[in-house]
Structure formats: structure tokens, C-alpha cells
């Protein structure tokens, strides 16, 4: 990558380090955890030994206790080799995050490490059958019976379901006109008796997965909880202005490893006797998605920039999570195009890399919600309300 006026020598050697391991290590193997459907463990576990899982978080846990632009860097470089890797990335941070702001002391020592190391995974379940965008109108309940939570009923197009050691959990443990403020959220070991999961034929994804979770009277220790009871999604949801920035960051990475790959080819490849660099309207094509990339870019690590600072980031992470995996489809797609028939075979990673990104364009908010978002923050919530 470029630098940018983010960048720093210790954020420089970071980067050179994801570089490395993803061209070394991910790269040659992305096709075949494709056809797998799941991630390599072994490789998990390697990046986490590497300090590339999390590096936000405390040095008492295992992190670095580094700035979010840190992740970014790392995300941008993972994704550049294998997009599907990159959300291991995500989902750490996310998760980490959480847990590290709101579980009690024993399950921040016990999973947090774990974590890091690349040991396991923790998904997020958030989105329900009648939900989708709509978050805070949750119907899984969770009951506190004596010292435990009894939770029932279904969580779906959940990430990693069938891989998670853990879930974080948001349950209604109000009544359903409390809106968000009857949400709770919990923290669930997958291994509990009345868990069960399935998995989705997707588009894309495929290493990642996604599937419901469902809990059939499911027993969790009350101090599993993360944050105060009913206040659990205005609390716990404030980490999604992070992940936010890291899934532009990642789609970003897709993006721009297909434009660098363009840029060598049309040098190359020769028509009507010239290479098709020589043709301006293929040129400008890339020189103009090669503009957009960058600008989606720097976005996206403003947005982390801001978070680092302790800055208001709400609507500038909305912006990292609408446009930029936007941008990464039409750029790959363009990309798909200059090369021909061979990228619209599996033959080169394009095909596989557009459907990838799309995904993203629908999970973790869709970019009509995050326009929602934007358009509250800058107008304020009164003026856009119904």
C-alpha cells in the first residue's frame, strides 16, 4: 500500500508483516478454503502468533495495545490475499471489543487470549428472521431464572455459526414496546446443550459461512451478561462504528489487489497490434475506479482516526460501511471485464472475489441504513424522525 498521513514507521513494520504472511501464506491456499467452506485453523492460529488478530486490544490479554488504524492496515493487506481471512479480522475486533468494554473478569482472561492467538472464533448474533435491518425488534427471548438466562429461539445469517467457539448473543429480556431498551446482551459458549446451528448455500462467503443459530431452552450463567440488562444494544452496538471502518478497509483490500493486477495486465495483453494500455478507454476506466479506491480508503481510516482521538465517528463510519464495498464490486467488476472470459471462469480469482464483497453491501448494514445513520447524525435525530 501507499503510505498516507496515517501511516508510521511502527504502523509501516505492521503492515510490511500482514503483507508478507498474507502473499506467503494466504494467497495460495484461498482457493482451496474456498471449495472447503471454512477457514484453516492452523493459519488462524499462525496470524494470531504474528500479533495480527486484534492488535487493539490490551497487552494484558495478549493484544498490543495499539490504535484502531493498526487493525485497518492489518485487514487491508489480509484481504488483499484472501477477502474471506480478512473477516476473521473483523469479528475478532468486534468481538474483542466487546467483550473487553463489558464481560466480567473471567471471561475476558479466558476468551480473550484465545482470541487473539487465533485459538478460536466468537460470531455476533444480532439479526433475526423478522428483523434484518430492523435491529431492535428482536423476539428471542432470554428469561433469568435463579443464577442462569434461559434463552429461546432463532438467530439468522449469522457469520461463522457453524465455526464460533462463542457467540455474542442480543435477546429481549423486556417488553416488546421497550424497543431497544428491552434488548440485553449475553455472552454464549456454542458448546451448551440446546444450541444447534445450520448453514446457508450462498453466493459467495463460502470460507466464512453463514447460517442461523437456534437456542432450545439454553441455560447461560447470569454473569455471562454483557453490559446492564436492557440497555444491552444501546451499549454493546456502539462497537459497530469499528467494525463498520474495517469492513470498508477490508473490501477495499479485494478492490485494490484487482486494480494492481489490471495495471500489469493491460501492459501485457495486446489488441489490433498495441497493448490495451494504449486504449484510453480502458485506462481512464481504471485510472477513475483507482481515484475512487483511494478516496474510499482514506474514509475509512479517517473514521479510525477519529476513534483513536476519541472523536464523534458515528457518520463517518456509516460512510466507510456503504461506499467503499460499493466501490470494491464496481472496481472488480470492471476489473472482471478487462480480463475476459479467463476472469469470468474460475480460472482468476475475480469471479470469486466480486461475489465476496457483495455480500457486504447486505450484511452489517445495508447502505440505506447507513444513510439513516448519516442523515441523524448530520441533521439530528428530530429532523429525520417519522
Known amino acids: 500500500m501507499r503510505p498516507t498521513i496515517f501511516d508510521s514507521d511502527d504502523l509501516d513494520a505492521l503492515r510490511a508483516l500482514a503483507r508478507r504472511f498474507a502473499a506467503d501464506h494466504l494467497a495460495p491456499g484461498c482457493r482451496s478454503r474456498e471449495a472447503a467452506g471454512a477457514f484453516d485453523k492452523d493459519l488462524v492460529r499462525r496470524m494470531g502468533s504474528l500479533g495480527l488478530i486484534a492488535p487493539e486490544l490490551p497487552e494484558q490479554f495478549g493484544g498490543l495495545g495499539a ?110 414496546e421497550d424497543g431497544a431498551r428491552g434488548v440485553s446482551a449475553i455472552f454464549v459458549p456454542m458448546d451448551l446443550p440446546g444450541i444447534s446451528t445450520t448453514r446457508f448455500t450462498d453466493l459467495g462467503q463460502h470460507a466464512i459461512g453463514r447460517g442461523s443459530i437456534f437456542f432450545d431452552n439454553v441455560k447461560v450463567p447470569a454473569d455471562h451478561l454483557l453490559g446492564e440488562e436492557g440497555r444491552g444494544f444501546v451499549q454493546v452496538m456502539q462497537g459497530f462504528d469499528f467494525s463498520r471502518s474495517l469492513i470498508g478497509l477490508q473490501c477495499l483490500g479485494t478492490a485494490r489487489q484487482s486494480l494492481d493486477e489490471t495495471w500489469a495486465y493491460i501492459g501485457e495483453r495486446k489488441a489490433f497490434g498495441k497493448p490495451l494500455g494504449a486504449f484510453q478507454g480502458i485506462t481512464h476506466q481504471l485510472a477513475d475506479f483507482d481515484t475512487r479506491v483511494e478516496a474510499a480508503r482514506l474514509l475509512s481510516f479517517n473514521a479510525l482516526w477519529l476513534k483513536d482521538n476519541g472523536l464523534p465517528h458515528v457518520a463517518e463510519a456509516a460512510m466507510a460501511k456503504w461506499w467503499p464495498p460499493l466501490i470494491a464490486y464496481e472496481t472488480i467488476h470492471a476489473c472482471l471485464l478487462i480480463h475476459g472470459h479467463a476472469a469470468y471462469s474460475t480460472e482468476l480469482p475475480f469471479e470469486q472475489r466480486l461475489r465476496d464483497v457483495l455480500g457486504l453491501q447486505i450484511g452489517d448494514g445495508t447502505a440505506h441504513v447507513m444513510k439513516n445513520i448519516i442523515a441523524r447524525e448530520r441533521a439530528g435525530r428530530a429532523a429525520v424522525a417519522a
Open 67 to 176: 490504535g484502531s488504524i493498526y487493525s485497518g492496515a492489518i485487514i487491508e493487506e489480509i484481504a488483499r490475499a484472501d477477502f474471506n481471512v480478512g473477516y476473521v479480522n473483523v469479528l475478532a475486533s468486534l468481538n474483542g471489543q466487546i467483550l473487553a468494554n463489558f464481560a466480567n473478569a473471567d471471561i475476558k482472561g479466558h476468551w480473550l487470549p484465545r482470541l487473539i492467538a487465533g485459538e478460536v472464533m466468537i460470531a455476533i448474533a444480532l439479526t433475526e428472521p423478522r428483523g434484518g435491518s430492523d435491529a431492535a425488534n428482536l423476539g428471542l427471548r432470554m428469561e433469568r431464572s435463579g443464577g442462569h438466562y434461559v434463552i429461546n429461539g432463532e438467530k439468522t445469517s449469522i457469520s461463522v455459526a457453524d465455526q464460533a467457539a462463542g457467540t455474542v448473543v442480543f435477546a429481549r429480556t423486556g417488553r416488546p
